[in-house]
């Protein structure tokens, strides 16, 4: 069974502990909704704790596999294109997870697209809302300040 299979299988599950040994300890995560990667291990369990708890109805329906640049070096990786449907706060959602391997095969990027904006504008909130309550980053300021 090939990582991105038993990336799937966790997801399935929502099994978060599965996912721990599937991420280096260095994973990125590229957000649809934020310009900077989320970074290391701790901090990516904590936003997919996060998004199994906001993703409605989530489900994989197709994959790609080959090779592709990853961000961080611009050398080519072993990767996987993970095409899913979901909805959050009744916005549905058509996305794809592209998902980079180092050597070992563990997972050591991974970057989320999703389609349309007004769903994108949804995620953002939930998955800030999430992370807030989690303790994971603080909370947002008042507008006006």
Known sequence: MTTADRFRTA???RDLPALDDLFTEDIRFYSPVKFTPF???PMVLGLFGVLLRTFQ??????DHTGAAQTSTDGTSAQSAVL?????????????????????????????VMVRPQS??????E???????????VPAPAPSGQ
């Open 119 to 124: 769903a994108v504008h949804a995620l953002g």
């Open 39 to 41: 970074e290391g291990k």
């Open 57 to 62: 109805g989530f489900r994989y329906i197709g």
């Open 11 to 13: 997801i399935d599950n």
């Open 126 to 136: 939930a998955v800030l809302a999430g992370l807030v309550e989690d303790g994971l």
């Open 83 to 111: 095409l899913f449907r979901t909805r959050v706060a009744d916005k549905e959602i058509h996305g794809i997870d592209l998902l980079h391997f180092a050597d070992d095969g563990r997972i050591k990027e991974f970057t």
